[in-house]
């Protein structure tokens, strides 16, 4: 195939910086605006969520989502619900979002977040589902300043905090907004609400979680 031995070593060395190109396209981590997203699978993402980690960290505490659809799931609506401040594990802090779910948008969505008379916007992409618990994703307020971005992992109450740095990790080879071994871990125990209506669930499931950490970390 090759005449001489500098023709080979040149088809060699083409196809070694080829395949290098190509093996550091892959492993370079995209940043939110320019990554995949993952379509929204309503059957899989409905019901309770909580929030485990996020990087850069949070700067509030015990967030919770309850995601449900309506009208043949053409929309997404998502009850949130936090602290006021990282210290704070009274959760007086409620709000909501109405998304108009398009079908198999890998692009993500650009979220608008009420909390009363005030609105917040927010561009959310889900990045990945992992095992069942986990719900990887991003956001950011302006596409083309990074600062303005941060990664977050969701997680169903079965999650366990090996889980979390697993998945941090494995989404930090991908994602620019994850960092191998760095996050914030957000705080989900001793969580209490601030009304009567809205205590039930939440103080279920962050005695729930306060308990599967406990027996983990027994
Ligand atoms: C959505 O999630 C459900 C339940 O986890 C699963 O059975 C179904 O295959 C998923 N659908 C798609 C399109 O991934
Ligand atoms: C959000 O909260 C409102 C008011 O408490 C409730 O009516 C609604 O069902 C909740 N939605 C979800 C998705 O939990
Ligand atoms: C948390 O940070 C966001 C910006 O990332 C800011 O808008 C918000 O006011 C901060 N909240 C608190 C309680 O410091
Ligand atoms: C969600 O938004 C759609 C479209 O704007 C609207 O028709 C619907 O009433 C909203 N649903 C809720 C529960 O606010
Ligand atoms: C996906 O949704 C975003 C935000 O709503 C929008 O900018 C984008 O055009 C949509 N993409 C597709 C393929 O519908
Ligand atoms: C989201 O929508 C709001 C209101 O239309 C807009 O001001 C903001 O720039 C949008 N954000 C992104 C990241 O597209
Ligand atoms: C977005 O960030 C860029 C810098 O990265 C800045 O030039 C631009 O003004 C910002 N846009 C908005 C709407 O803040
Ligand atoms: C990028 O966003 C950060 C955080 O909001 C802000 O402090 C900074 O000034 C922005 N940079 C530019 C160039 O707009
Ligand atoms: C998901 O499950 C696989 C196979 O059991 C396991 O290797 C991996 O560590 C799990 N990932 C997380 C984030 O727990
Ligand atoms: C993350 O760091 C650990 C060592 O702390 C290393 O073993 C692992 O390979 C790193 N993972 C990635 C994806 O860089
Ligand atoms: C997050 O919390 C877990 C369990 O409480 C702890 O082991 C881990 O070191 C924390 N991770 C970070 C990055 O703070």
Redesign the pocket.
């Known amino acids: 195939m090759c005449n001489s031995a500098i023709i080979c070593l040149a088809i060699v060395a083409a196809v070694a910086s080829i395949s290098q190109v190509s093996a550091q396209a892959q492993t370079t981590p995209q940043s939110c605006a320019q990554a995949t997203g993952i379509s929204f699978n309503q059957t899989a993402f409905s019901g309770q969520w909580v929030e485990l980690a996020r990087n850069p960290a949070s700067n509030v505490s015990c967030i919770s989502l309850n995601v449900a659809f309506w009208n043949n799931n053409n929309y997404m609506l998502v009850n949130v619900s936090h602290s006021s401040n990282v210290a704070s594990t009274l959760v007086d802090v409620y709000e909501t979002a109405n998304i108009t779910l398009v079908e198999n948008n890998l692009s993500g969505y650009n979220v608008t977040l009420v909390n009363g008379q005030k609105q917040e916007y927010v561009f959310v992409k889900l990045l990945s589902f992992v095992n069942s618990t986990y719900l990887v994703g991003c956001t950011y ?2 596409a083309t ?1 990074t ?2 971005s941060a990664g977050f992992i969701l997680g169903r109450s079965t999650y366990t905090p090996e889980g979390v740095r697993i998945a941090n990790n494995d989404a930090s080879v991908s994602f620019s907004n994850f960092q191998n071994n760095t996050y914030g871990n957000v705080t989900q125990l001793d969580c209490r609400a601030s009304s009567a209506g809205q205590t039930v669930p939440l103080t279920l499931i962050s005695g729930f979680l306060a308990f599967a950490l406990l027996l983990i970390k027994a």
């Open positions: 307020t302006n300043n600062s303005t």
